[in-house]
């Protein structure tokens, strides 16, 4: 630690000295943030009133208008405070502006993590603490609904309340979890992986994370203001006519998350197409930075639409616009349609990243090349297109027009052809190969094996028939949970163990991994697995109750969900204690032939010394001779082999 | 952590690899302009849903377009587009004055746009409430405005650094950018223009 001090040093030189009494008040940071939001609240209010007075709309003082406008100025009062806008803003009026600042790079002290940092591996660190906080969080909320769930009848919670809790659990799970963690992983390690010094656009990287705790806040105390419970998918009319000011938390925080996954996405693809190092072709890229540069032209193309939707409905409710109001002729299923235009192509992006970590994991774990390594490239582009023509497919029994529906079963079909391709590649890929089975191994099995079980019962809700039998059943949740938890969260989980010791420079208890990884699997299927039955037997989700016969079951899964529940504590354990106390890392413990492992655990603040040459494929385990990259004299690998 | 040879390491990061011919902001910008392009494409499907599938007459009875100013707007906008233009290839010829006045009028243009607009709105005779109607109509011409808002806010900061002596022959990648945004506003305009007020 005491080296990377003096880069810090080194790095101040020459910089002005930090601010004094109350100029303190001035510098970004939080001591900025409460006045700073306070400031935009009065200006928010102040335009709403003036523009109210000079219309003559009566009521001057609408409490849900001023509140719908305060979620947007708020935030941007706390990311103008936080320093989010300094540099632009100095661009904007023409000041002196220091485009190579680097004083925002590296973390000298966890004090640095709360702070605007623009190094991609700090930045990283963030999401992935930051989603973990609010994994944690929703997994608590359904806790609580599988309490209620216990036995029929009403326990702890009325159906409003539980209504709510389905809401924000979803919410928080796919906005606030799954989608931003796999940005966290994928912005610690793609420009490693690229062998680049940073993202393409470090500030706006900044930004990108600092929108996320205002989405999750927003989304968490929509249980406050009278509460959002109109499910994740806020169907109008339902969430726009006739639901409370919670809703209007929903549709903003969407909005902020929505506008953080963009920037990634934006900056993910910017860093991949110009920032590679030499050598480095497209048909050498590791399978995750594919994956990720897929998922991000989906997350550029499609996230619009939820941000359309989003703000179609929020009108609806505070202007009462007639977007999807019948009686003035709007169009009530347009809702739908553009919200899973949006959501097919999400659930890929919720997906697709997942799919190179376990392509990275089983490829070092097997030593051996990944098998078809362009047919699974490819494939990472065929469902990017075709994710774009199955959306019906959530509104077979919506009354939408009855012509749709075959296109829309075949398409979908039709997509599990890449799904597919993908799997026997990893299957080709660890036949014969000489298995490791360490935590993240056992992570990335655990995804392969759930997730083919996830697609199959996608398969049955594809096919018309069985759809208008278990649609908005316990089947479907089943469905989701499979393809969610068993595939993204366990690809989630096997990064994190994956990358654990390059990002904290220690390594995790194998044997708390191990015996994470088991509760979780068992948990997991005990919990989900009967679901499926339920479904078919007819019992509907999104219910706070239900019928007496189904009460075994749900005892039995309310059961499994606590112990899964608790296996999370295993990995919170082990993880604090790991980076508090774990054993120092070496550069490289899993012999993998990625750029990341190439250099020191954590890397250091730039990345590279100098930009390494690729030579060779990402995977060629066991190939005589082969390498993936050399650096200028190969000092850097040299280092590592003594460190090993 | 063994203190191997990490007091080598820079202070400085290495210059990155220049992988692609393609400008880095540049391609931020286009990739920016298609989530744009998409989040109109959102509003439009409403339209479609709207107009098309629920066959509303278009205006339905008792309303009307004011056609006739929306074509002078439009006249407006195309033309602060060829001004953006001229600004650009002013400074690229090291002519300053050229850039100054290029970009300040298509400044002015665009805020001559927005308030022929906004005033427009004031005495169009039917608000976002009258029908289905109503509510695309001003859904699609406000986010159009909107974006005219935030290409005007790009535009006076691009003026306040052409005054206060930035950009030139070797450095203008700020104006060219802010330039790409500006046209595609303007195209923007010429779609909800056409799909609105003219078919
Ligand atoms: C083989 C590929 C897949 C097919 C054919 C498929 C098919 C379907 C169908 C037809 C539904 C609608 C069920 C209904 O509401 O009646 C559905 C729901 C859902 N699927 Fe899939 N699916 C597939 C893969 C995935 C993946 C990979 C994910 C996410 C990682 C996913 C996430 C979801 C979610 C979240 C829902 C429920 C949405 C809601 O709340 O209503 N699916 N799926
Ligand atoms: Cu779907």
Not at chain 1, 215 to 225: D, E, H, I, P
Not at chain 1, 614 to 641: L, M, S
């Amino acid at each position: 630690m005491t080296t990377a001090t003096t880069a810090h040093d080194e790095l101040h030189a020459g910089a002005a000295p930090p601010p004094h009494g109350w100029r303190r008040l001035l510098a970004p940071g939080w001591l900025r943030v409460p006045w700073m939001s306070a400031l935009f609240f009065g200006i928010g209010l102040g335009i709403t009133l003036l523009v109210r007075w000079a219309e003559g709309w009566h009521p001057i003082w609408d409490g849900q208008v001023i509140t719908t406008i305060e979620l947007v100025a708020v935030p941007f009062g706390f990311l103008a405070g936080i320093g989010g806008f300094d540099y632009w803003t100095r661009y904007a009026i023409g000041s002196p502006t220091q485009p190579e600042d680097h004083s925002g790079h590296g973390a000298y002290s966890w004090r640095d993590y709360f702070r605007i940092n623009t190094d991609h591996k700090v930045i990283g660190v963030q999401y992935v603490v930051t989603t973990i906080f609010f994994f944690v969080a929703a997994g608590l909320l359904a806790m609580i609904m599988r309490a209620e769930l216990a036995r029929p009848g009403m326990q702890f919670v009325g159906n409003q309340v539980f209504n709510e809790l389905f809401s924000v659990h979803a919410a928080l799970m796919i906005f606030l979890f799954i989608i931003p963690a796999f940005a966290g992983l994928g912005n610690y390690v793609i420009p490693l992986m690229i062998g680049a010094p940073d993202m393409a656009f470090p500030r706006l990287n900044a930004l990108s994370f600092w929108l996320l705790p205002v989405a999750g806040l927003l989304m968490l105390s929509s249980f406050f203001v009278p509460g959002f419970g109109c499910g994740w998918t806020g169907y109008a009319p339902l969430c726009s006519t006739h639901q409370e000011l919670g809703a209007v938390f929903f549709n903003m925080g969407v909005q902020w998350a929505g506008a953080s996954s963009i920037m990634t996405a934006l900056n993910f693809l910017v860093t991949i197409i110009t920032m590679r190092a030499p050598g480095m072709t497209f048909w050498r890229l590791p399978l995750l930075v594919w994956a990720n540069f897929t998922t991000s032209l989906l997350v550029v193309i499609a996230t619009p639409f939820i941000a359309g939707s989003q703000f179609m409905t929020m009108f609806d409710h505070i202007m009462h616009t007639n977007f999807f109001n019948y009686e003035a002729h709007g169009y009530v299923l347009g809702y739908q349609h553009i919200f899973w235009f949006y959501s097919h192509p999400a659930v890929y992006i919720m997906m697709l990243p997942g799919f190179g970590i376990a392509s990275e994991v089983i490829s070092t774990f097997a030593r051996k090349p990944i098998f078809g390594y362009r047919l699974m490239a490819l494939s990472l582009m065929a469902i990017l297109v075709l994710g774009f023509s199955v959306w019906a497919h959530h509104m077979f029994v919506s009354g939408m027009a009855p012509w749709l529906r075959v296109p829309m079963m075949v398409t979908s079909v039709v997509i599990a052809v890449p799904t597919g391709i993908k799997v026997f590649s990893w299957l080709a890929t660890l036949w014969e190969g000489k298995l490791n089975f360490s935590t993240p191994m056992l992570f990335a099995l655990g995804f392969v094996s759930m997730f083919v079980i996830g697609g199959l019962s996608g398969i049955y809700l594809a096919a018309v028939p069985i759809d208008i039998h278990v649609s908005d059943t316990y089947f479907v949740v089943a469905h989701i949970h499979y393809v969610l938890f068993g595939g993204s969260l366990f690809t989630i989980f096997a990064g994190i163990y994956y990358w654990f010791p390059k990002m904290t420079g220690r390594m995790y208890d194998e044997r708390l991994g191990k015996l994470h990884f088991w509760l979780t699997f068992i948990g997991f299927n005990a919990t989900f697995f009967p679901m499926h039955y339920l479904g078919i037997q007819g019992m509907p989700r999104r219910v706070s109750d239900y019928a007496p016969r189904f009460a075994d079951l749900n005892f039995f899964i309310s059961i499994a969900s606590f112990f899964l529940g608790a296996s999370t504590l295993v990995f919170l354990y082990n993880m604090i204690v790991s980076w508090a106390r774990g054993a120092p890392a070496p550069a490289n413990p899993w012999r993998a032939h990625t750029l990341e492992w190439q250099v020191s655990s954590p890397p250091p603040v730039f990345n590279f010394d100098e930009i390494p040459q690729v030579v060779g494929g990402p995977y060629e385990y066991g190939v005589p001779g082969a390498r993936h990259a050399v650096f200028n004299g190969d000092r850097v690998i040299e280092e590592e082999e003594v460190n090993v | 952590m063994s203190a191997h040879a990490e007091t080598q390491h820079a202070a400085h990061p290495p210059v990155a690899h220049q992988s692609s011919r393609v400008d880095a902001r540049t391609l931020g910008m286009f990739l920016f302009i298609a989530s744009e392009v998409m989040l109109f494409g959102s509003f439009f499907t409403a339209y479609f849903f709207i107009r098309v599938v629920n066959h509303q007459p278009w205006p339905p009875h008792p309303f009307h377009l004011p056609v006739f100013v929306a074509f002078v707007n439009t006249a407006i906008l195309v033309t602060s587009s060829f001004t953006m233009h001229w600004s650009l290839q002013s400074i690229k010829r090291g002519n300053r004055v050229g850039l100054q006045a290029g970009l300040t009028l298509t400044l002015l243009m665009g805020l001559t746009f927005l308030l022929t607009q906004l005033l427009e709105y004031a005495r169009i005779g039917f608000t976002p409430h009258d029908q289905a109607f109503g509510t695309i109509f001003f859904s699609l011409t406000g986010l159009h405005g909107a974006h005219v808002l935030v290409g005007l806010t790009i535009l006076a900061a691009m003026t306040t650094r052409a005054y206060r002596g930035h950009f030139s022959p070797e450095a203008h990648n700020g104006v060219e950018i802010g330039g790409i945004y500006w046209h595609f506003v303007d195209v923007m305009w010429i779609i909800v223009f056409t799909t609105v007020y003219v078919l």
